[in-house]
Structure formats: C-alpha cells, structure tokens
C-alpha cells in the first residue's frame, strides 16, 4: 500500500457516513449505499462527534488495518499510556467495567486477558453445547408452532442465544428465570443505545451484583460451567482479578447476544428474499455451513468494528494518515466489495472461497465465532423443517432495521407458518 509520491489527506471526500448509511433509502438497499461510498473513495473523512475519522472502504484495506501492529484499540496506546485501567474518577463503576473490556486494550494486556479467556471458552467446550443449543431451540419452535404467525426475532433469534448464554455460565437452576429476565432487559437490542443505557442502568447495578454472587458461589462450589473455567484459568501463575472477571462475562454477553440476533434474523430475511437459495439449502441441509458464511458477509451483523487509533504515520491506498488519526473500518463495506467478491451483491449460500471479515480478523477476532455459528447452525435448519411453507408476513419493504452502520439487525420478523 506504499507509495513513492508524498500521499494527501487534502482532497479526501467529506460526509457524514452515518447519515448516509441511516438514510431509509440505504437501509433498505445497503449494497448501493456501501457502493456509493466506495466510488468516492478507499479514505473518506468523517466528523463523528468530537472526532474526525478516517472512514476506510475497500476490502482489501480494511483486512491488512485489522492486522496491523501499527493500529491500537485503546486510544491511549498512541501516547504509551495505554495499559493503565481507562476511565475517569466521575464514572460509575459500571461504565468502567464496561470499558475497561479486552476489547479495548492492546498487547500485552489484551495477549494477557485473551490468553485465560481463551482457556475458558475452548472450542470443545462450545461443541460439547450442540445437542443442547438443538434442544433449545425444539422447544422455542414448539411453543411458536401453536400461532399461525410467529415473530422469528421475539421466538427464536433472542431468546436462544439468552438461554444458551445463561445456561453456560452456570446460573443456578432456581435462579435462571430471573437471570434471563435480567439479561432480556439489559440486552433488549430494541431500546435506543443512550436512553436505553441510562433507563438500563439500575438493571446492569442488578447484573453486576448477581454476576459477583455467581463468581463467590463457583469460586467455593465449582461446576462444569463458564465462570468457574473463568474463575480457574490460570497462565504462568496469572489468574483473572474479581473486576477482570466481571468485566469479561459483561463483554461476553454485549458481544454474543445482538451480534447472533442479527445472525439468525438477518440470514432468514435473506434467504426468504431470495426463494433460489432457500430452496437449496431446503434440499441441501449441506450447504448449511457455506450459507452461514454468506450471511455473515451478505448482511453483515456486525458493520462496523470499535474505533482504531493509528500509532505510527501510514499510507492507504496514496493517502497519508497522520499519527493520532481515527480510523473507522467498514466491515460491511469490505464484505461487500466487488474487488473482493465476485458479484459480490448475489447472496449465493455456495460461495468459496468467502474471505468475508464479519467476525474481524486479527488479534481481537471474534472469540465467540464458534458459539455463533453453533447456534445458528441449529436454528436455521431446525426453523425451515419444522415450517416447509414459511414467508413473510408482511411487505419487505415493511420491514424495519435498528441501525444499518454498527451493528445491522432488523427489530422483528412476523413470518407466516403454514400455507
Ligand atoms: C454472529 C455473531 C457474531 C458476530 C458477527 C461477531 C462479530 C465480532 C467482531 C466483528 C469482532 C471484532 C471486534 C473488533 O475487532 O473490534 C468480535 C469480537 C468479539 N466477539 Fe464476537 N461476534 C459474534 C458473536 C459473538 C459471541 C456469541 C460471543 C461470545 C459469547 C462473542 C464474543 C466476542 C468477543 C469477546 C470479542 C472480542 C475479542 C477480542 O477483543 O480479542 N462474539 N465479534
């Protein structure tokens, strides 16, 4: 991506990509609107708030930035004071948890947590989950079977990623009701982010208070469960302090539980949006892998990844970004680029090889990548045999999206069960 000449920032375009991107013309067609956006170019500039940021459009770029060791995540990194807890004295304890999480922090304290996370959440351990999560999953559609239009994002796309999560922390079973209702208040994707948060605030005090309960019971009564692998990790001697713990289950659950909605609801929009496809995977419950893939990349779930931070001056296809800079990586727009994928607007469940980066890439790739796809492995085969005359309830145009930059899902999903 280098080049000889001294590459500008001058002649970028400027807009708003939010706005551009949350127009009801581009949420109902995100595959102009990410288009459009290529055309005017690799790097566009962008004032996002207080911030101006380097909005990077094209596949290829957006793979070798997730995998730069000159790009950060904690903007702290920048000046050498990233590692230190972030958070200012007037936030609440809550908010630094939050914040606080892997997912913000760079090497060594990212290798650090990722490395005791990872030897909690094994890829075994997820397998070992399967009959459970297709059990899970057999009783949602057979309470929905009894209407004649069910809702697949209040049936099946929210509530099985809840139970699945609650019952791998290893809630007790007298207390898993209330765990759920908890955790459905907290997560509900559906509340506007700011209000939401702030109206959520006492239920995430709950949370947090329940989620330490947890902790204490399993440190002296362990399971075969998440909190007490969590609880046990050990590397070198180093183990997970109580507020590196809690912040850890926090992460897991606001970066397991829209993400895997979004999954579920959107790659069952798509399919019923193209009847090909649907039939095929209807007659090949094969394909069921290379389908997954295909709405990862084709709807993207996740558009965008958190704010990158850049630690050294670099170039971007002829563009100098300064030391300091934000950037603003489009997932979506990567998976969508045609440079990338060939006719990469078909929503083709075949397609292979799919390099598409819905679960990032590099070190901060999506840890719970298994856990999603085990989960929409089950759901949706389980969803189209249990209703071989499923469709839309409604208009498609009717149907409404939360957001279509961060993460894209829609809000509800009536489908009709029977001819
Ligand atoms: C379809 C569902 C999912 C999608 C599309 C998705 C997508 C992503 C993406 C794009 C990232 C990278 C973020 C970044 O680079 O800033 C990420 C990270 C992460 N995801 Fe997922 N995710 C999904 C499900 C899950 C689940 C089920 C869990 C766990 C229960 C999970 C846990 C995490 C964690 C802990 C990270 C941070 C990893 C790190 O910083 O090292 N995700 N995910």
Redesign the pocket.
């Known amino acids: 991506m280098k080049t000889a000449s001294a590459p500008s920032t001058t002649n970028l375009v400027r807009l708003d990509v939010q706005r551009e991107l949350d127009r009801p013309e581009s949420r109902a067609d995100p595959y102009s609107a990410y288009a459009r956006l290529r055309r005017l170019g690799p790097v566009l500039r962008w004032r996002s708030g207080f911030s101006d940021t380097y909005v990077i459009t094209r596949h290829q770029d957006v793979v070798s930035l ?1 995998r730069d060791p000159r790009i950060a ?1 904690d903007r702290r990194s920048v000046s050498g004071r990233g590692g230190a807890p972030a958070g200012r004295w007037w936030m609440p304890a809550i908010m630094k948890l939050l914040i606080n999480s ?2 913000m922090k760079d090497p060594p304290d ?1 290798r650090r947590l ?1 490395t005791l996370v990872q030897k909690a959440f094994t890829p075994a351990r997820v397998d070992d989950l399967g009959d459970r999560v297709e059990q899970i999953t057999a009783d949602l559609l057979d309470a929905a079977a009894t209407k004649p239009v069910i809702d697949l994002v209040a049936d099946l796309a929210l509530p099985l ?1 809840l139970t699945v ?1 609650s019952e791998m922390l290893g809630v007790p079973e007298p207390q898993r009701v209330e765990f759920r209702a908890l955790l459905a208040r907290v997560l509900d994707p559906n509340s506007a982010k700011l209000s939401g948060f702030i109206r959520n605030y006492p239920h995430m005090l709950r949370l947090n208070r329940f989620l330490r309960r947890l902790v204490r019971l399993r440190r002296q009564q362990p399971g075969d469960d998440l909190v007490t692998a969590l609880v046990q990790a050990e590397e070198d001697g180093d183990r997970l302090g109580e507020d590196e713990l809690i912040s850890m289950v926090f ?2 659950l606001f ?2 539980h829209e ?2 909605v ?2 579920i609801g959107n790659g069952v929009l798509a399919l019923l949006q193209h009847p090909d496809q649907l039939q095929l995977l209807r007659a090949r419950p094969d394909l069921i892998d290379t389908a997954i893939d295909e709405m ?1 990349r084709f709807t993207n ?2 558009g965008t ?2 704010p990158r931070f850049v630690r050294e001056e670099l170039d971007i296809a002829d563009v100098r970004i300064p030391r300091g800079s934000t950037l603003t990586l489009l ?1 979506a727009s990567a998976n969508l680029d045609d440079a990338a994928f060939p006719d990469a607007h078909r929503f083709d469940i075949t397609r292979t090889p799919n390099r598409h980066v ?3 890439l590099g ?7 298994p ?2 796809r085990i989960e ?1 492995r089950a759901a949706i085969p389980a969803l189209l045999q249990r209703f071989p005359d499923l469709r839309l309830a409604i208009p498609p145009e009717s149907v409404r999206w939360r957001s279509n930059m961060g993460l894209r899902g829609i809000e509800s999903l009536p489908l009709r069960t029977s001819a």
């Open positions: 997730l995540n892997m997912v990212h990722r990623p999560i992460l897991l970066a397991g993400t895997t979004n999954l990862l779930p996740v990844v958190s997932l819905g679960f990032g070190p901060h790739y999506c840890l719970g990548a856990l999603a929409a």
